[in-house]
T-cell receptor
């Protein structure tokens, strides 16, 4: 079945260091979405990428969608303690009826 | 106003009991979902409802049954609870299932079966 894989599963950084999480789908995606879940919280939508090769920025966060629309990455520049949480990528299933989530990358930041 | 609200937030119950989790969205969305998040944070789609019709039913035990009295509500009923059902259950909604637009999640219900 369709799978969305994410690496790494965990990442610990010192405050100020950069962080990247990678997402790879077994199938071509019509779009890819990124969510952030703070500890004890619920997933919150960050962004959606639709076009092949698309790059979008939100302040210190940079999102990329691969040329083949099967992979994506989220890069955080100069992490802060407020960046702590689990970052999920998600793509529509092949029927376009629900989002399939990657297993997430849990980021911890020490000051 | 809370966009997607689910109750209760915490639920502790014994094995074998039957329980329900309620979910309501005030966003006017057409599609609602139930996701299960296990201890490793894996979010697994359980059910999806679009305009009161079940459109996804993942391979979950038939002890789990979604019930949607109207477009704004999707409740989850669980019969004969088992230890392995312990998890966080998230309700979510989205405006358009065809384009799989962004999903809005509720606060989650942490279910503990003892």
């Amino acid at each position: 079945g369709q799978q969305v894989m994410q690496i790494p599963q965990y990442q610990h950084v010192q405050e100020g260091e950069d962080f990247t999480t990678y997402c790879n789908s077994s199938t071509t995606l019509s779009n890819i979405q990124w969510y952030k879940q703070r500890p004890g919280g619920h997933p919150v939508f960050l962004i959606q990428l639709v076009k092949s090769g698309e790059v979008k920025k939100q302040k210190r966060l940079t999102f990329q969608f691969g040329e083949a629309k099967k992979n994506s990455s989220l890069h955080i520049t100069a992490t802060q303690t407020t960046d702590v949480g689990t970052y999920f990528c998600a793509g529509p299933d092949q029927a376009g009826t629900a989002l399939i989530f990657g297993k997430g990358t849990t980021l911890s930041v020490s000051s | 106003d809370t966009a997607v609200s689910q109750t209760p937030k915490y639920l502790v119950t014994q094995m074998g009991n039957d329980k329900s989790i309620k979910c309501e969205q005030n966003l006017g969305h057409d599609t609602m979902y139930w996701y299960k998040q296990d201890s490793k944070k894996f979010l697994k789609i359980m059910f999806s409802y679009n305009n009161k019709e079940l459109i996804i039913n993942e391979t979950v035990p038939n002890r789990f049954s979604p019930k949607s009295p109207d477009k704004a509500h999707l409740n989850l009923h669980i019969n004969s609870l088992e230890l392995g059902d312990s998890a966080v259950y998230f309700c979510a909604s989205s405006p358009d299932r065809v384009r799989s637009t962004e999903a809005f999640f509720g606060q989650g219900t942490r279910l503990t079966v003892v």
